[in-house]
């Protein structure tokens, strides 16, 4: 799910047409990765009923595969889009990624978006997959995918993918939607240059939003994680979506806040406070809101609001708490009447 950045540029490639976010209310809701197995197909339906733009599902190492749990959701709802949000590119050969996306924009067509990132780089060492160029490796993989997927015969011999005259036998007549799950400049560029979309891994302050317009360029799909908790109590949301905010007490989280005004600050605590629960106690409040959506249904309204001023198309919600069929009732308050 959390995105990162590499250093290296990737080829060049002609701009592309970039179509817009999903429709509806433009707001979208995370389908959690550790569900119980019995929730997630109830979670889905809940979702679809509830009037939400889109479902994400994750494909994060150890949990559940991307494509199975998009065709699960997909084959059990009617309106909802669903996103994968996101699989490592450099897990699968593209071929077989293109071969994945492409049966299910055929048998949903324009409901699915495949989404395609560097993969947390801890994990890809782990399965042998984290190459010298990371940058250079996802470029390859998305540029392979998005030709497959629009019925293009593809030869690639490239630093890391090799494909030799592969083509699609029955290439899907509205190609799904392929967007990079990326951050940092020279990432952002090569999605804006190769992809139809960028998802941003929470948090996503409005700040982050700007920039990430500016660097992806108009005309492109910016869409947002935003861990969420919405209750009549807003001290009580607030508390509650601390426990979310874990993570970014880790290593792992310096990219992402790399923009924040406090990023120095954080770092700083950080550094102070190895326990990542324990760092997110002390973080300020002021934090806490920035990093999240959180409080009543009008302040996080507001909030969105807020965030599609500064570029996203899309604000995906990401529920917080045990009880996620509840945060999902809860999350829905904030939907359009």
Known sequence: ???????????????????????????????????????????????????????????????????????????VT????????????????????????????????????LGLGHGVPGWMRQVGSWGRSPLTSLSEHLEAVRRLLHGET??????YVHLDGIRLENPPAQPPRVVAGVRGPKSLALSG????????????PADYARTAREQTGAGHALIGYELAVVSDDPAQAREQVREGLV???????????????????????????PDALEFT???????VDDLTLTGTPDAVRA????????????????????????ALESLARVLPA
């Open 281 to 287: 106690r002390r973080m300020p409040d002021a934090w």
């Open 303 to 326: 909030r969105i609001a807020e965030l599609r001023a500064a570029g996203l198309d899309e604000v995906v919600l990401f529920p917080v708490g045990d009880d996620r069929l509840g």
């Open 154 to 159: 593809v030869t690639l011999q490239g630093q």
């Open 247 to 273: 993570w970014v007490g880790t290593p792992d989280a310096a990219a992402h806040t790399a923009s924040s005004p406090y990023a120095r600050e954080l770092q700083e605590l950080r550094e102070q406070v």
């Open 1 to 75: 799910m959390r995105p990162v950045t590499e250093p290296e540029t990737g080829p060049e490639t002609e701009p592309v047409d970039h179509p817009t976010s999903s429709g509806g209310s433009g707001v979208g809701v995370v389908l959690p990765r550790d569900l119980p197995a019995a929730d997630v197909l109830p979670f889905a339906r809940r979702a679809d009923e509830l009037g939400f733009a889109s479902l994400w599902v994750i494909e994060d190492l150890g949990f559940r595969g991307g494509f199975a749990q998009a065709a699960a959701a997909l084959a």
């Open 78 to 113: 009617g309106q909802v889009h669903v996103g994968l949000g996101i699989a490592p590119a450099a897990g699968r050969n593209p071929a077989f990624t293109a071969m994945e996306a492409a049966t299910l924009a055929e048998q949903f067509p324009g409901r699915f978006t």
């Open 193 to 204: 240059r190769l992809v139809d979309g960028t998802l941003l891994a929470e948090p996503v």
